[in-house]
């Protein structure tokens, strides 16, 4: 059975950093390029970066550009989710992802991705 696992969400002040991890289960996460999401209540879900299976390619949208930053450890089947100023805008749950292709589209959306973890959570507020 193939699984993502999230975690790393908490409740930070605004300004802080977090570091969510995607762990694969049941499967090796370095034949697919993964992605990280976030879902805010009443929000539709957004795709926020991309890493291509080998890890030599990244992508990020506008949004975050500059401010979060993705990475892989294929050895220890992980994905990471560097967030750094954050602001109560980012409270949200967020999701990884796998697609079954290697590599990053232009746009990251979540019809892309086939195996979705069940979300931490991340909140921003003093």
């Known amino acids: 059975q193939y699984q993502l696992v999230e975690s790393g969400g908490d409740l930070v002040q605004p300004g802080g950093s977090l570091r969510l991890s995607c762990v694969g289960s049941?499967?090796?996460?370095?034949?697919?390029?993964m992605a990280w999401f976030r879902q805010a209540p009443g929000k539709e879900r957004e795709g926020l970066s991309c890493?291509?299976?080998?890890?030599?390619?990244?992508n990020y949208a506008d949004s975050v550009k500059g401010r979060f930053t993705i990475s892989r450890d294929n050895s220890k089947n992980i994905v990471y989710l560097q967030m750094n100023s954050l602001k109560p805008e980012h409270t949200a749950v967020y999701f990884c992802?796998?697609?079954?292709?290697?590599?990053?589209?232009?746009?990251?959306?979540?019809?892309?991705?086939?195996?979705w973890g069940r979300g931490t959570q991340v909140t921003v507020s003093s």
């Open positions: 992802a796998a697609t079954s292709l290697t590599y990053c589209t232009r746009s990251i959306v979540a019809s892309t991705y086939s195996t």
């Open positions: 890493i291509s299976a080998g890890g030599s390619n990244t």
């Open positions: 049941g499967f090796r996460l370095h034949y697919y390029a």
